[in-house]
Antibody
Framework: QVQLVESGGGVVQPGRSLRLSCAASGFSFSSYGLHWIRQPPGRGLEWVAVIWPDGSQKHYADSVKGRFSISRDNSKNTVDLQMNSLGAEDTAIYYC????????????????WGKGTLVAVSS | DMQMTQSPSSLSASIGDRVTITCRAS??????LNWYQQKPGRVPQLLIYGASRLESGVPPRFSATGSGTDFTLIISSLHPEDFATYYC?????????FGPGTKVAIK
């Protein structure tokens, strides 16, 4: 079955960096886009970033553009999120999610999510 | 940037009620719209993609319509397990913005 397991969260001081990782299994990893989505405690969902199946395209939310970087290793079935210049507004549970992009229709949704990893930015 | 709005932000309903949630995009997204359900303490679950296509395993009491800028999620008869927060998300082009959510609570 599909599994996505995030790691790397924790408490970090403002202005510092953190790298999250997501290990995937149970599907053809190199065939699907992977997303990072975050959720501040008690609040709504915020889409963060996506990387295309072959890594050829990466896109970011405006709130993280220039500070965060998404990457993937299709040989290891992992996707990472490098987060720099962290601020209190980045405090959230970070989810890794697989999309179900259909080449014929162009539609996609994120059909499998990990359980998330908590990032807390605090001095 | 794309803005997604949802209404209402919350509602109270009884078991068996028909519930309607709307989502509006700030510009035309054709039918590139997803709906998710999130129960407290749980991970979001994809319900609908492509504005009206039911994700595998989702009960048929869930349906959705819409295109362009206006979209609707309908729960035909509310079950106890449907009390949750519902989010729309545009999938037309990145960034794939979520709506603020609609919380469905027990009356």
């Amino acid at each position: 079955q599909v599994q996505l397991v995030e790691s790397g969260g924790g408490v970090v001081q403002p202005g510092r960096s953190l790298r999250l990782s997501c290990a995937a299994s149970g599907f053809s990893f190199s065939s699907y886009g992977l997303h990072w989505i975050r959720q501040p405690p008690g609040r709504g969902l915020e889409w963060v970033a996506v990387i295309w199946p072959d890594g050829s395209q990466k896109h970011y939310a405006d709130s993280v553009k220039g500070r965060f970087s998404i990457s993937r290793d299709n040989s290891k079935n992992t996707v990472d999120l490098q987060m720099n210049s962290l601020g209190a507004e980045d405090t959230a549970i970070y989810y890794c999610a697989k999309d179900n992009h259909n080449i014929l229709t162009g539609y996609f949704g994120t059909d499998y999510w990990g359980k998330g990893t908590l990032v807390a930015v605090s001095s | 940037d794309m803005q997604m709005t949802q209404s209402p932000s919350s509602l109270s309903a009884s078991i068996g009620d028909r519930v309607t949630i709307t989502c509006r995009a700030s510009r035309d997204i054709s039918t590139y719209l997803n709906w998710y359900q999130q129960k407290p303490g749980r991970v979001p679950q994809l319900l609908i993609y492509g504005a009206s296509r039911l994700e595998s395993g989702v009960p048929p009491r869930f349906s959705a319509t819409g295109s362009g800028t206006d979209f609707t999620l309908i729960i035909s008869s509310l079950h106890p397990e449907d009390f949750a927060t519902y989010y729309c998300q545009e999938s037309y082009s990145p960034p794939f913005t979520f709506g603020p959510g609609t919380k469905v609570a027990i009356k």
